[in-house]
Each structure stands twice: as structure tokens, then as C-alpha cells.
């Protein structure tokens, strides 16, 4: 089946620099890259997604990308702010023949220092 | 995107007892999903519920232990049984959005406690 790995684990940075967390996946027939938000005492939020037909996709200050030749994606975050502190969680899936489930990463705890 | 309803957000049990989650959509999805997050933990998928067939568990969960119900194309519920102080975590049903759409969207999560 699907192995992600997401790499840091925790990640604190300053305020108004960039953040990037990469995953890296093993099923290459997995085809959905979405990443998730997840604050304490939250539901995990869909904050963008990417299939595999596309390189790279853009949402304000949150980018990723996907490189599926050396299967690993990226979630970017510029100009950090305190309120992006959280868990954000990768994940791959969108194989219908595996029922289009998803297996997610480990999670990257962000902290943004003020 | 879809709405979903889940209940009961939290409940405090004691050990050899069972649990009954309900997940309720407000849209038709074809495939329901439950998940499982230990404290500090990731996501890890239990089983897939597709209306009008058996579920389909992960490696590691069984039915007599998670038995799911997916009695129609809005609704699903999952029982944690003969509960140990181990179940202690939190369940969150997810669903699958019709593709190109808003992705999958997770219930509020139900936070198990077994004493």
C-alpha cells in the first residue's frame, strides 16, 4: 500500500519568512496531493490540493508543488504569520482501485514566532 | 463542500463497554472513510464505507472490533467495541467529494476516552 513520509516534523519560524514542508510518497499510481491544516482541538482543514496532472498550484501565500518523476511534493508557505502556526498534514491517494482513500503523512507542527 | 455531522464530540467510557459514532452528510457521497488520531499523532485510516457493501478495513482493524454501518448514501456510523483504555482517541469520519471538487472534508472528530 501508500507510505508518505513528511518531513520536518516541527518547523518554527519567524515571522514574515517562508516555511516549507516536503513529503514524499510510494505508490506511484496515487494521483491526489492534498495538504491539511489542523489546529489544536480541530478538524483537519483542506488548505490545498494538487493532482497529478499539474506541476504546481498557487493559493495566495500557499503553494505546492509536485515532482511525480522523483514522487515528493512540497507545501510552501511565504510570509508567515502567527495565526499559520498549527499541524499541517500531506497525504496521497485518489487510486480508485484502492478505493480512493488516502494515506496521510506524519505531520509538520509549525510554530511562527512573533 | 459538503457538511458533515458528527456525534457525540466527546464521551468518557469505561473499558468493556462499546461506542456508537454517527456521521451524517448533507450531500450524497459514495465513499465514507474513518479515521483514527491518536493524541500527537497522525491520521490512520480504519475502513472505507461504501453504501450497500461490506466495509473495507486497513490492515490491523477488524469488524468485530469497528463494526460500520453505511445504511444509506448520507449517513454512517462506527462502533468501537469491548473497549480498552488503548481505543483512547479521537474518530473522525471524512468523505470523499465528486472529483475536481473541494477534496475530502472530515467531520469534527470524537474524542473516546476509556477509563
Known amino acids: 500500500g501508500e507510505n508518505v513520509e513528511q518531513h520536518p516534523s516541527t518547523l518554527s519560524v519567524q515571522e514574515g519568512d517562508s516555511a516549507v514542508i516536503k513529503c514524499t510518497y510510494s505508490?506511484?499510481?496515487?494521483?491526489?496531493f492534498p495538504w491539511y491544516k489542523q489546529e489544536l482541538g480541530k478538524r483537519p482543514q483542506l488548505i490545498i490540493d494538487?493532482?497529478?496532472?499539474?506541476g504546481e498550484k498557487k493559493d495566495q501565500r500557499i503553494a505546492v508543488t509536485l515532482n511525480k518523476t522523483a514522487k515528493h511534493f512540497s507545501l510552501h508557505i511565504t510570509e508567515t504569520q502567527p495565526e499559520d502556526s498549527a499541524v499541517y498534514f500531506c497525504?496521497?491517494?485518489?487510486?480508485?482501485?484502492?478505493?480512493?482513500?488516502?494515506?496521510f503523512g506524519g505531520g509538520t507542527r509549525v510554530l511562527v514566532k512573533p | 463542500s459538503a457538511v458533515i455531522s458528527q456525534k457525540p464530540s466527546r464521551d468518557i467510557c469505561q473499558r468493556g463497554t462499546s461506542l456508537t459514532i454517527q456521521c451524517q452528510v448533507d450531500?450524497?457521497?459514495?465513499?465514507m472513510f474513518w479515521y483514527r488520531q491518536q493524541p500527537g499523532q497522525s491520521l490512520t485510516l480504519i475502513a472505507t464505507?461504501?453504501?450497500?457493501?461490506?466495509?473495507?478495513?486497513e490492515s490491523g482493524f477488524v469488524i468485530d472490533k469497528f463494526p460500520i454501518s453505511r445504511p444509506n448514501l448520507t449517513f454512517s456510523t462506527l462502533t468501537v467495541s469491548n473497549m480498552s483504555p488503548e481505543d483512547s482517541s479521537i474518530y473522525l469520519c471524512?468523505?470523499?467529494?465528486?472529483?475536481?471538487?473541494?477534496?475530502?472534508?472530515f467531520g469534527s472528530g470524537t474524542r473516546l476516552t476509556v477509563v
Open positions: 471524512s468523505v470523499d467529494q465528486t472529483p475536481g471538487s473541494s477534496g475530502y472534508t
Open positions: 505508490d506511484s499510481a496515487s494521483n491526489y
Open positions: 494538487i493532482r497529478s496532472n499539474v
Open positions: 497525504a496521497a491517494g485518489g487510486i480508485k482501485a484502492a478505493g480512493n482513500k488516502l494515506t
Open positions: 450531500s450524497q457521497v459514495t465513499m
Open positions: 464505507a461504501n453504501q450497500g457493501s461490506e466495509a473495507t478495513y
